[in-house]
């Protein structure tokens, strides 16, 4: 007889004792312990004598226990699983039972609302959508149109200023009008509801609508931190909450200033050419180059030979600051002018002015070394320099065909937008609203009147691009954006190439804010002030981002009220000012950025660019000019513990807060428990943030030279016997492609090649050799030996005018509830990271507190899952 059988023969003479023998088995055999299998095959005899568990209702739960108790493993249960299985049926029961009348009554209540809710907001979007014709309908007679218009400019002056006062003192009145708790949450509540409503609106006045809620709400939260929320009392308190104060300013002036910049970005088209060749002005094409290799040279030069202009009006250099001689030797085979300074002052910047002494075009044309311009660079831009005879410079966008390190660590490279697509896809358009546009250093042209009339490109600061479209602006020229990618290059390989790049860019923008501050002298437009502004205020975010990592730690660490102010207070005035501001941010920049993201991007960022920046307030002339290197190779996965310490330090300092906040908890006064559940939360946020640095920060292999390229490209390939197959280009670099056949067994490795690209209406062929082939999918390196091939391939791969265009469009739109949710999953992945590459004794910690964690976690009862079957819909 088996040990047990006589125990449950004892205890449960009535149970099925080889139905429990052979469950305490399966127990057994699942590696549970002896005692636990034991205590479960009693509590299911047990339960199968009081609820009789062979009924049908219940066999109908026990088919669907991995559903309803997802944390369970039936087959191998633990211990504590009992009080797991207690938590969840409670849960079932409180919150989820489906089963009950009184569920499929509610639900069915839920959905006869949401179908009426439909139908209203459909009525809505009709009514909006026909409003312009309402109005055009039963607009003013010709009579009454000719009569306003033939007022007057002072009046109609004087109407627009008397307006805007009467709108300014409703706003200051809202701002400023004190509520009381009640008060405050009707009032918050009212204008959440709008919002809600105006977000699920089409077109651009529902989006203003919200840009003017976020606005009321977050001016009356800056109003009410400085009237009612210092403590003068205590001096720790009040130089903390100063601190705060002040950060908070740096971010409510961000915002307004970035809702300005973005409220109507103008998408500018292209504009047609004169048919008449003749007319087609001079351009050069400058690529300027230091310390880059020539493998990542080669493919700019090669796509700038293939653009199309007539050839007697295109001239192309190459800019080499290195002195190389195997640049003026490539120079020479393909046949553009190479040019090599003496003396290397100024960096890129005196590299240019250099060879503009020698240039003599009507335009200049800049493209970093790594930028490959497409075939219709030139001709998609060149035609607003004969329409607006004032502009001065023509910028597009910067984009990247290879993953930055955000990108590539995190593995979301075209799953969500790229750091710079908030700048690239969104500012710059709102920016040429209000005729700012920067120029960016590469992808753009510039009249060569305009640069020879403002001394060239700028040599003051670290960050000559935009200093030198901020003279032009001060000489009285234009500029442009078109946002149609026309060029692609390599982002940054490595965090800290990335990290030292922003660092460039954040110190030579705050030395152009003390140089030469947009806000002050003559010659630009207020908007344009605002912009330039807003553009340099944003790298000055190091410090407050900072204090917002550690300002609840001086509650929690000090006892020192930074918000001196009832908890439930804090929570009706903050709460709503966060949850508008990521709301309409989410209307606004959803396609470029998705909700919380900025928080990562700028945490990894804070620590490195406070110091510079800081420095460069207080003495813009010191700093250098670094560059930023690409192509290079990350030889393995490894977590940079160099670039990584400030975010341990900060995790260190927040846990240990977290703590805190639990002694607190247990033995301060009961009246702070409040304040102390606010720090705390505040605290797991900062947690979650950091986590997601340390994601970052954890370098993923790169051993490619050459990025592969996605695309779904029809080609061909012939073989050496003289049969052609037709296939599928899937990938491409300037070294292979990756090729789907329609059949397998087709081509074998090492086989000779050619394989056939079409570029409008004439074809390509390029021999090749097959590295590898695994069924249909097939990868060849390409063996081409003329610059014309190189050029060809050029032009049938990186440089077709369609190549870059619709690379956006695969991001999927913002949804600002599951941005949340993934940046908290980002922050757990990047602590189970750091564990994996933490040392031994560290691991070991750190590896039985996440545990701890994990545990805890378990017990919390589960979302379930719908069934296939659900309650039938209105």
């Not at 633990?78 to 029961?93: C, F, G, K, P």
């Not at 009640?182 to 509540?189: E, G, M, P, W």
């Not at 607003?384 to 590539?408: A, N, V, Y």
């Amino acid at each position: 007889m088996h040990p047990f059988r006589a125990v449950f023969s004892l205890f449960i003479p009535t149970a099925p004792l080889s139905w429990l023998v052979a469950r305490y088995n399966g127990y057994r055999q699942q590696k549970a312990s002896t005692i636990t299998a034991f205590l479960y095959c009693m509590g299911y005899a047990t339960l199968w004598m009081v609820f009789c568990l062979e009924s049908p209702a219940w066999q109908r739960v026990r088919e669907q226990h991995n559903r309803l108790f997802p944390q369970v493993a039936d087959v191998r249960p633990r211990l504590a699983d009992i009080l797991r299985y207690l938590v969840q049926s409670l849960w079932l029961v409180v919150v989820r039972q489906e089963s009950s009348p009184s569920f499929l009554f509610l639900r069915q209540g839920w959905l006869v609302f949401r179908h009426w809710l439909k139908e209203r907001h459909q009525r809505v979007n009709d009514w909006l959508h026909s409003l312009p014709e309402y109005v055009r309908a039963n607009q003013l007679d010709h009579r009454s149109e000719q009569r306003l218009k033939n007022l007057s400019p002072v009046l109609r002056r004087t109407v627009f200023i008397i307006c805007s006062l009467l709108a300014g003192i409703l706003a200051i009145i809202c701002i400023s009008q004190p509520f009381d708790l009640f008060a405050q949450f009707i009032f918050v509540l009212l204008l959440w509801g709008i919002a809600m409503v105006m977000r699920r609106i089409p077109g651009r006045f529902a989006s203003l609508m919200m840009i003017v809620l976020s606005l009321t709400i977050s001016s009356r939260y800056i109003w009410w931190r400085y009237t009612s929320t210092l403590n003068w009392d205590d001096p720790l308190s009040l130089v903390c909450g100063l601190l705060l104060l002040v950060a908070e300013t740096y971010a409510w002036i961000v915002l307004v200033l970035g809702f300005f910049q973005a409220v109507w970005p103008l998408h500018r088209k292209p504009v047609p050419l004169p048919k008449d060749l003749s007319a087609w002005p001079s351009v050069d094409i400058m690529v300027p180059t230091y310390n880059e290799g020539l493998n990542v040279v080669k493919p700019t030069i090669y796509a700038a030979l293939g653009i199309d202009w007539p050839e007697d009006k295109r001239t192309i250099y190459i800019l080499d600051d290195g002195n190389r001689p195997e640049f003026r030797a490539f120079a020479e085979e393909v046949g553009v002018k190479y040019i090599a300074r003496p003396t290397h002052e100024h960096a890129k910047a005196g590299n240019i002015n250099h060879a503009l002494k020698q240039a003599t075009s009507e335009f200049v044309t800049i493209f970093d070394c790594d930028h490959v311009p497409t075939r219709s660079f030139l001709q998609l831009t060149m035609g607003w320099f004969f329409k607006d005879k004032k502009l001065g410079m023509i910028q597009t966008p910067h984009h990247f065909f290879s993953p930055d390190p955000f990108e590539r660590n995190l593995g979301s490279f075209r799953k969500m937008p790229n750091e710079g697509t908030l700048f690239y896809g969104l500012l710059q358009d709102g920016n040429d609203t209000w005729d700012a546009t920067f120029f960016c250093g590469s992808c753009a042209i510039m009249r060569r009147t305009a640069l020879d009339e403002v001394g060239g490109i700028a040599v003051e600061t670290v960050t000559e691009d935009a200093h030198t479209s901020l003279r032009l602006h001060r000489a009285g020229y234009t500029s442009a954006y078109i946002r149609i990618p026309l060029a692609a290059g390599l982002a940054t390989e490595t965090l800290s190439a990335h990290i030292s790049q922003r660092i460039r860019w954040a110190r030579g923008m705050v030395q152009i804010f003390r140089l030469d501050n947009p806000l002050l002298g003559k010659g630009i437009k207020l908007g344009q002030r605002l912009c330039y502004a807003n553009a340099m205020l944003h790298f000055l975010s190091g410090i407050p981002r900072l204090i917002f990592l550690t300002a609840p730690l001086a509650f929690l660490y000090f006892h020192a009220y930074i918000i001196f102010a009832p908890a439930l207070a804090i929570a009706l005035y903050v709460l709503p000012h966060m949850m508008h501001a990521s709301l309409t941010n989410s209307r606004i920049q959803g396609k470029f950025r998705h909700s919380f993201w900025s928080e990562i991007y700028e945490t990894v960022l804070a620590w490195y660019i406070a110091r510079p920046t800081t420095v460069a307030l207080l003495n813009p002339h010191k700093g250098k000019f670094n560059v930023t290197a690409k192509g290079g190779l990350v030889e393995e996965n490894h977590l940079d513990w160099i670039i990584s310490r400030p975010y341990l330090l900060l995790v260190v300092l927040n846990a240990v807060g977290l703590l805190a906040a639990g002694w607190r908890m247990y033995y301060g006064p009961t009246n702070e428990i409040p304040t102390v559940l606010v720090s705390a939360i505040w605290v797991i946020y900062n947690l979650i943030i950091l986590g997601g640095a340390i994601a970052v920060s954890i370098e993923v292999k790169q051993i490619r030279n050459s990025p592969r390229i996605q695309i779904a490209m029809p080609a061909a390939i012939a073989r050496e016997d003289g049969h052609l197959f037709p296939c599928t280009l899937r990938d491409y670099s300037d070294a292979g492609v990756g090729i789907e056949m329609k059949a397998q067994d087709l081509v074998a490795k090492d086989d000779k090649l050619i394989l056939m690209l079409t570029k409008g209406d004439r074809e390509y062929a390029f021999p090749c050799q097959v590295m590898r082939a695994i069924k249909e999918t097939v990868g060849v390196q390409l063996q081409l030996t003329t610059t014309q091939q190189h050029i060809d391939f050029m032009q049938c791969t990186f440089a077709r005018a369609d190549t870059w265009a619709l690379w956006q469009e695969s991001v999927p739109e913002d949804k600002p509830m599951s941005s949340l949710r993934d940046v908290m999953l980002l922050g757990l992945l990047g602590y189970q990271r750091m564990l994996e590459y933490s040392p031994p004794f560290l691991y070991s910690i750190l590896g039985r507190m996440a545990s701890v964690i994990v545990w805890l976690i378990s017990f919390l009862p589960r979302r379930v899952n719908q069934p296939k079957t659900e309650v039938a819909t209105v």
